[in-house]
């Protein structure tokens, strides 16, 4: 039988992997390049193959316009680079909220080791109780972040997913370890979709790269904000991601399919 949560979820994924593009960073960082114009930059990453976008909820009447029939996620919970505590991601808004402004997800962010994951634990259990009895799918956000915590840690990372899944999240997505190989041992920690972020935007190359040795560990697409929407060609940075997640691409088929140069 397919749940009103599997017929959602596959509105903001393909066959089970997922492009998604995060544009929730006005709140974080500002309206840095690519969120001004927001409406090009949702056309443009729609149109190179992304699954779907997601942003907060005022932002919602300035994305189904331009999203060209892809999916659309409301994230729930936010916090400033400029207040007193990065990590400390207060609630935004509420399932019920996403769901009237047209969303088909919502996703939360929980920081597994900072001062703030005891809130942000039962908070995100609530959604999940909630989007649930609304057969709306959640994408948590689960980073190993905090006080001494190294956020490229395996173990931290393996912990943080498999957080996730206890909590009732459909798709968890996490910071990536660096390689292949110890990215496996975070995807083995759980059962859920793992999907890649993907930091502050690097070279074409070390983003594509990346992406391949999170899918070639058994994960399940991305969810990369900056390397994407902060890129001078949107579309064309998207159809590269897009070609390794959803057509098992290599780094150089990707780039050159994208018109994006190979070396570094
Ligand atoms: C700006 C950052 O450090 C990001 O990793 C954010 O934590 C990601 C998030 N979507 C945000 O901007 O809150
Ligand atoms: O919502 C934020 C993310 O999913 C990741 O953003 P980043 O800019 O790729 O770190």
Known sequence: MTTGTDARLDRIG???????????????????????????TIDGITRGGADAVLTQKGIAPRVHENKNGKGYIVHLNGSTSIGPDENDKRPTGTVEDAIRVGADAVSFHINVGSDHEP????????????????????????????PGIDSEDPEALGHAVRLAEELGADIVKTGYSGDADSFQHVVDSTRLPVVIAGGARGTDRETIEMVRGAMDAGGSGISMGRSIFQHEDPEAISTAVSGVVHDDLSVDE??????LALEA
């Open 14 to 40: 393909t066959d089970g992997n997922y492009v998604i593009v995060p544009m929730d960073h006005g709140i974080t960082i500002g309206a840095v390049q690519g969120l001004k114009d927001i409406e090009s």
């Open 254 to 259: 990707a780039l050159r399919e994208a018109g």
């Open 119 to 146: 809130d942000q634990l039962s908070q995100l259990a609530e959604v999940t109780s909630t989007a649930d009895r609304f057969g709306i799918p959640v994408l948590a956000m689960a980073y190993a972040r905090g």
